[in-house]
């Protein structure tokens, strides 16, 4: 597996949990249990790509740009998840900023998925790009199953 392929799968797992969340209504325990899982899984894409992928990218003139921007989306979403920790799940209010929020996160995918990975696969050797997959992995399995912060605003 390569680290454009292991990005993906949390790509689609954020995908699918922001669908879900908007199929509910209400102060439910099913949408409280899918936020949960979004903004963790959030937080630790987030935390592995920037060292493991992100990182690295800085390194390249061709890449630099596209990483810090692509870490700055990050801190922009950061702020979205904590305004809606704010809110009350029962208020109207809530799924407007949610969508807010999963229309911040579909952009950034986007912009990976079609922008950053294509230049990261010119700047980035073969091994690289698998040495960072098994980095990214570790990374983000430390983050997935251990206590941290939900997102910058929290720490």
Not at 101 to 110: A, G, I, P, Y
Request: proline content about 2%.
């Amino acid at each position: 597996m390569n680290i454009f392929e292991a990005l993906r799968l949390s790509h689609d797992t954020q995908r699918g949990l922001a669908t879900q969340i908007l199929e509910t209504q209400g102060d439910v325990t099913e949408r409280r249990s899918l936020y949960d899982q979004f903004k963790h899984e959030l937080a630790a894409h987030a935390a592995a790509e920037e060292r493991c992928f992100y990182a690295p990218l800085i390194g390249h003139d061709s890449t630099m740009a596209q990483s810090r921007h692509g870490m700055a989306e990050h801190h922009e979403m950061d702020e979205l998840v904590d305004e809606l920790n704010k809110m009350e799940f029962s208020s109207p209010a809530w799924i407007g900023q949610f969508r807010k929020l999963r229309d911040k996160v579909f952009h950034h995918l986007d912009d990976e998925e079609h922008g950053i990975f294509q230049l990261a696969g010119k700047a980035l050797s073969e091994a690289q790009k698998t040495s960072l997959a098994r980095d990214y992995e570790a990374e983000f399995a430390t983050f997935r199953l251990g206590e941290m912060p939900l997102n910058s605003a929290e720490s």
